[in-house]
């Protein structure tokens, strides 16, 4: 029996089978659920497929005292090699769901933000498209904000549904989301709170023209990221005025690798996982980085990949 709050896993994930229509996972390996392919098991891993699912999921985790940690599409996460304790929520099914109406894009969490720009532009609805590229989940990218040079989710964004602990749900409308560089009230939740949905104010232009910005995005991260590996994306922030790719580069750190996992000879701010890697050999590149960086330009760097499951405290 596996047990981290008043309840055992096991009989959770057995009330879970019978009470939702979710997909239930018992030891799941997090590897499955990143783009990094990395992190060990979950205690228990639910893809939720519709908004009551998530309330009863939310209601018998409340009462078992289970920890729940809500994920995207796992593209900003390294998860250590020891896994998650308590419940990982993965949001399916009607959380996929996409409306546009009036160049008002509602769109559920789950949905990935490259088919709400695929979709935005094909109803020829532009503004979204300036994240073309960053991977992961609408409700993930409003989390972390998610950008380029282009622009920011929340240069678009209207308001975002969230759900706390408690089972409570509102719509929050953008200026009280406190979004500023790659950051949301969301990250300051604890216990951590679920987008659900998201409206987006877009405007009105052809389809032809917004699928030509998008096509000059796509081959400007191609020649400059190195796209054919696994990995999360930027590592770490970039400090003001500066670039964390920049830096970790003039520290001699391109191609510097740890097991299975390298700092890449294209852009020095992604880190992938050249097959085999394990997290801690990520992890052991982000402190080398870290105090390299600090050591050769005196700027100390701060991770955008969040750490899930139990880290060393250094
Ligand atoms: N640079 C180097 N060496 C490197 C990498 C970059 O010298 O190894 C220099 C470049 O030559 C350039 C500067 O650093 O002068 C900035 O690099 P780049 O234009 O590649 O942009 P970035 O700041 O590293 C940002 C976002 C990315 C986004 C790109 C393109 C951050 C932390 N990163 O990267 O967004 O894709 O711009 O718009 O804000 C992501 O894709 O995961 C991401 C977070």
Known sequence: MTGVGAIAIEDLANRLRVETSGDVRL????????????????????????Q???????????????????????????????????????????????????????????????????EAAAAGCAGLEVVYGVPGSVGGGVYMNAGTRNGWISDVLLAAELLDHHGTRRWVTRGKMGMSYRHSCLQDLEPPAF?????????????????????????????????????????FRNPEGDSAGRLIDAAGLKGHSAGGAQISEKHANFFVNTGGATASDVYALVKTAKSRVLEYSGVELVLEVKLLGEWPDD
């Open 52 to 118: 009551s699912d998530l309330d009863a999921l939310l209601e018998l985790c409340r009462g078992g005292a289970v920890p729940v940690t809500p994920i995207g599409d796992g593209s900003n996460l390294l998860v250590s090699d020891r896994g998650v304790r308590g419940a990982v929520v993965k949001l399916a099914g009607d959380f996929d769901r996409l409306a546009i109406e009036d160049s008002v894009l509602e769109v559920g969490a789950g949905a990935s933000l490259g088919r709400a720009i695929s």
């Open 27 to 50: 030891k799941e390996p997090m590897s499955a659920h990143t783009t990094f392919g990395l992190g060990g098991p979950a205690d228990l891993f639910v893809a939720v497929r519709s």
């Open 195 to 235: 987008v659900t949905r998201a409206k987006f104010g877009l405007k009105p232009e052809e389809p032809a023209r917004i699928r030509q910005r998008i096509a000059a995005y796509a081959s400007g991260r191609k020649e400059s990221q190195p796209l054919q590996w696994r990995s999360c994306g930027c590592m």
